[in-house]
């Protein structure tokens, strides 16, 4: 199991850019699929991006061109700049690391995109 813990998020005006990363403690972080999901109020998580152990990535297509999903895995962190925020990127960023049977989640951080 790695234990997930997330910085950054907070309130940006739309157009505006932020920065949310992960680290991961314990596990065997540069083997996971690591990245991140959101959660707007009354919707369900989405995945906005998640990175393979190998450098590959699956972005939302609502975020392709604006997000930016990397890993460092010598620090065991994933970071994702998002660029060109909207109103509807407002939501609650999970970090996400997942191998196998194991499935692990930060704690959330809130990104607020205001006109």
């Known amino acids: 199991q790695v234990h997930l813990v997330e910085s950054g998020g907070g309130v940006v005006q739309a157009g505006g850019s932020l920065r949310i990363s992960c680290v991961g403690y314990?596990?065997?972080?540069?083997?996971?699929?690591v990245g991140w999901y959101r959660q707007a109020p009354g919707k369900q998580r989405e995945l906005v991006a998640l990175m393979s152990p190998t450098g590959t990535i699956n972005y939302l297509e609502s975020v392709k061109g604006r997000f930016i999903c990397s890993r460092d895995n010598a620090k065991n962190t994933v970071t994702l700049q998002m660029n060109s925020l909207k109103l509807e990127d407002t939501a609650v960023y999970y970090c996400?690391?997942?191998?196998?049977?194991?499935?692990?989640w930060g704690q959330g951080t809130q990104v607020t995109v205001t006109e």
């Open positions: 996400n690391a997942k191998s196998g049977w194991a499935n692990n």
């Open positions: 314990g596990g065997t972080f540069p083997t996971y699929d």
